[in-house]
């Protein structure tokens, strides 16, 4: 395991804002961290990286404890704060020769910073200040910190957020490039991130883990109940929708689209079929509606 | 430690700091000792640079609360204090490469005093008639009073991440250890304690070593308040972590 946290709890006066959590992380993987603003995915992160210190608990980095040792642990880790800060006045090579100076790089410096800025995709921009930078090219900038030491566990906290769908795309590709040898833990709040690039998803809500499995297993395990988009040519009514057996709810705004559930294990549609036919009233579309991770995001974080 | 130490040297001489601050202070101590009619020598018919070194620790009063204003509160207004905290560094590491960042600028600015010692050794009757023993001593003093003062404004940058309060609350500590504390010893509400002040008091280590009188009690006292400054700052840091 790369990365196993057991007991996890940091507690703001009187509130937990990571509430003993647990969870391991195999090596070579991309970890999704999922959870609405606020629900300690920040704060979790701060402590794997020795920013803040945990009230109780224990994280450990490739066998090292990240608060008995927190030196040798991070010289493991590569670590992309949220809001990416960066100092705005230094030139991009000055600020990665002092990133190889504080993390005491010590193989050849310019020549890490030339594969750095081609990896980071940096090349064009590579002698401008840092705040003359657009924000695609200041998170690059931020990446490319984060990889300077050449770190096996990449931290990276909502690492496109405020990036324009060009931009996103460039910088999930490199994301995922740099998943195939790295451990990487991201966090983040869009879904279609996660389903692009994650394997294993932790999701965390209040301070707590909800779910965390992979991906794959996640989409499918809240795939029991089917909803459909139904279209009739006709008006019709909820109860008489609903006396259609094993239909479970239904909901219009205008009485000929319809969302439909069927109740578990039901095959809706032929009875759908034969309703339509018995009523005179013909399906013009029928669409099941596949439930993606952001329904399950919303079912799991839902706050009654 | 030499990272963040050549980090800081280049910010101060990128965003104008270090031009300013060793500008300023350069130009105010030129003024004084030669121009302004009731201060300068030449009016005052006296060898001696007794006027540099009675000014300028109220002039590095305001001087270097500015150059360490930004130090800590900038960092923690960027945020970029998250990325220094966590990269394979110690907090001593960071506080000390700034603290030393800040007395090279110190010493740009002391150095050229020196021209003014050996002018006026030229200028005394007869030639090289001055008190080298008072001299030395105070342009030691002054050293040791700026090390002090980058201590104090070092500290008082990690209380907060406004610039401008750092400032202020730099200015009025040093004013506080430099003069205030000399002055209650005055109060009579202050007398049972009045021993105390003083030895807490920059200003009669200060004048003690003026005189030309290395005593290792006064250089024991300036090294004992940087530590405990710095201390103090480090111990600030590792306690935000928590």
Redesign the interface.
């Known amino acids: 395991m790369s990365v196993i946290v057991e007991d996890l709890t940091k507690i703001y006066g009187e509130q937990s804002a990571v509430d003993h959590i647990s969870f391991s992380i195999k090596p070579g993987q991309i970890t999704g961290f999922l959870g609405p603003n606020g629900a300690g995915k920040s704060t979790t992160m701060?402590m794997l990286?020795?920013?803040?210190?945990p009230s109780s608990g224990s994280a450990t980095v490739h066998g090292i404890d990240v608060v008995k040792d927190s030196?040798?642990a991070?010289?493991l880790?590569g670590?992309l704060?949220e809001?990416n800060?960066?100092?705005?006045?230094?030139y991009i090579k000055?600020y990665l020769r002092?990133?190889?100076?504080?993390?005491?790089y010590s193989g050849n410096v310019s020549q890490r910073i030339n594969q750095l800025i081609e990896l980071t995709g940096l090349g064009v921009e590579q002698h401008k200040k840092i705040g003359m930078l657009s924000k695609g090219y200041r998170q690059r900038v931020g990446i490319a910190?984060a990889l300077f030491?050449d770190p096996k566990v990449l931290i990276l906290d909502e690492p496109t957020s405020g990036l324009d769908p060009n931009q996103l795309v460039d910088i999930r590709a490199l994301i995922a490039d740099l998943g195939k040898e790295k451990t990487v833990i991201l966090s983040t709040h869009i879904m279609q991130e996660v389903q692009a690039l994650c394997q294993y998803l932790i999701i965390i809500n209040k301070g707590k883990i909800v779910a965390s499995d992979n991906t794959q297993v996640l989409l499918s395990q809240q795939n029991q109940s089917t909803a459909y988009q139904v279209q009739f040519k006709q008006k019709t009514e909820q109860k008489i929708l609903l006396a259609i057996n094993g239909l479970s709810t239904a909901e219009s705004n205008n009485g000929t689209d319809w969302i439909i559930t069927a109740a578990k294990g039901v095959e809706l549609r032929d009875r759908l079929f034969e309703w339509a036919v018995s009523q005179n009233n013909p399906i013009y579309m029928l669409n099941p509606q596949q439930k993606n991770l952001e329904s399950v995001f919303q079912l799991l974080t839902k706050t009654n | 430690m030499i990272a963040i130490f050549r980090k800081e040297i280049n910010l101060f001489f990128s965003s104008l700091i270090g031009y300013v601050s060793v500008g300023v202070f350069l130009v105010l101590m030129g003024l004084f000792v030669w121009v302004l009619p009731n201060f300068n020598i030449i009016d005052g018919g006296y060898a001696s640079l007794d006027t540099l070194f009675e000014v300028a620790p109220f002039v590095f009063m305001f001087l270097i609360p500015a150059i360490t204003m930004r130090s800590f509160a900038d960092e923690r207004k960027t945020g970029t204090i998250e990325i220094l905290s966590t990269k394979p560094i110690t907090e001593t590491q960071i506080v000390l490469g700034k603290y030393f960042a800040g007395m090279v600028l110190v010493v740009f600015s002391l150095l050229p005093m020196l021209l003014y010692y050996f002018s006026v050794k030229a200028l005394a009757s007869p030639v090289g008639n001055v008190d080298a023993g008072a001299f030395w001593g105070s342009y030691m003093g002054l050293y040791l009073l700026a090390a002090v003062y980058l201590a104090l404004g070092i500290f008082c940058s990690t209380l907060t991440d406004n610039q401008i309060v750092a400032f202020i609350l730099g200015m009025v500590l040093c004013a506080t250890f430099y003069f205030i504390l000399d002055q209650l010893t005055e109060l009579s509400a202050f007398a049972s304690i009045s021993g105390l002040l003083t030895a807490i008091n920059i200003r009669s280590h200060y004048l003690a070593i003026s005189r030309g009188v290395l005593d290792s009690r006064d250089l024991i006292y300036f090294f004992s308040i940087i530590t405990l400054f710095l201390t103090l700052t480090k111990q600030l840091l590792v306690s935000r972590k928590w």
Do not use: C, D, R, W
Request: charged share 15%; net charge positive.
């Open positions: 701060k990286t020795g920013y803040i210190m030196l040798s991070k010289k880790i670590y704060p809001n800060p960066l100092y705005t006045e230094m000055e002092f990133i190889a100076g504080v993390t005491s910190q030491h």
